[in-house]
């Protein structure tokens, strides 16, 4: 598996080049984040394809690479602006992915991050509770 592709399709992934995720995939693939979950390479590209369709930005910085075939850690920040979120500002949230690779292409995805800081935050009802829980769980 090579991570400086996976590096480079998702620091440069976007709308339009959704299909640049085939190099990277197998056709069996099992992806997983905290919102989804799908199963086979048309699967995950159509998932990709719904997830960036609303968004007004969203770009990855890929900071750390592990590697221990055949399985690979990448932890990342995705800033993410979405019309809906925020006042489509831009927001940063932090994550990870662990991949499992056979013959060379990624069979396993699964992303950890959280959905609050993706989400949930940005949400006026739901700020207003996760701020009040928190701060009850502070003190």
């Keep these: 598996m090579d991570l400086n592709l996976f590096t480079e399709v ?10 640049t995720l085939s190099a990277l995939y197998h056709p069996e693939v099992h992806f997983q984040d905290p919102a989804h979950e799908t199963h086979g390479l048309p699967a995950l590209l159509a998932y990709f394809k719904a997830a960036y ?31 809906k979120l925020a ?23 699964r992303d950890y991050f959280d959905m609050g800081a993706m989400i949930y935050e940005h949400l006026p009802v739901m700020r207003t509770l996760i701020r009040t829980i928190k701060q009850r769980m502070h003190s």
């Design 10 to 19: 998702y620091e440069n992934l976007s709308l339009e080049r959704i299909d």
């Design 53 to 83: 369709t609303p968004l007004l930005a969203c770009r990855f910085q890929i900071e750390t690479t592990i590697a221990a075939p055949p399985l690979a850690s990448v932890s990342w920040c995705m800033t993410l602006a979405h019309p």
């Design 87 to 109: 006042g489509g500002q831009p927001h940063p949230v932090a994550g990870c992915s662990v991949l499992r690779y056979q013959d060379n292409l990624i069979i396993d995805h």
